[in-house]
C-alpha cells in the first residue's frame, strides 16, 4: 500500500517546538518533492514547507527561520523541526508528496495543489499551540 504516515503532532505552549516526521510506506521518497501543508479550522489549506529530490527548500515567510524542513532518503522520511511555535501555527499538519514530472511544481508552489494532483498525500497530524 502505497502511504505516507505522519507522526509527532501534539500539544505545546507558545514558544515550544515539536518535529513532526513523515514516513514513506511501498514507495521511495528519493525521486519526489515532499513537504508540508496545514489547514486550521475555517481557513484556507496553505503551504509550509517543502523540499526537493536535490534537497532545494521552500518556506512559507510566516514560518521562515522558525521552522527547517530535512529529508532522509535511507530512511524514506522526511522531517519538520518547529521551533519558536506561535498559537496560529495551531492546524493540523499533512505530509504531501509528488513525482515527476510534478515534483518541481509542488516546489514552485510550496507544496499546494488540489489535491487530486498529489501523487502521496498523508492523513494528517494535530498541532495545537496554547498556554
Known amino acids: 500500500q502505497l502511504q505516507l504516515v505522519e507522526s509527532g503532532g501534539g500539544l505545546v505552549q507558545p514558544g515550544g517546538s515539536l518535529r513532526l516526521s513523515c514516513a514513506a510506506s511501498g514507495f521511495t521518497l528519493d525521486l519526489t518533492t515532499i513537504g508540508w501543508v496545514r489547514q486550521a479550522p475555517g481557513k484556507e489549506r496553505e503551504g509550509v514547507s517543502c523540499i526537493s529530490s536535490g534537497g532545494h527548500t521552500n518556506y512559507a515567510d510566516s514560518v521562515k527561520g522558525r521552522f527547517t524542513i530535512s529529508r532522509d532518503n535511507a530512511k524514506n522520511t522526511v522531517s519538520l523541526q518547529m521551533n519558536s511555535l506561535k498559537p496560529e501555527d495551531t492546524a493540523v499538519y499533512s505530509c504531501?508528496?509528488?513525482?515527476?514530472?510534478?515534483?518541481?511544481?509542488?516546489?514552485?508552489?510550496?507544496?499546494?495543489?488540489?489535491?487530486?494532483?498529489?501523487?502521496?498525500w498523508g492523513q494528517g497530524t494535530q498541532v495545537t499551540v496554547s498556554s
Open positions: 504531501v508528496a509528488a513525482k515527476a514530472p510534478k515534483d518541481l511544481l509542488l516546489l514552485h508552489r510550496l507544496c499546494v495543489f488540489p489535491r487530486e494532483e498529489y501523487d502521496y
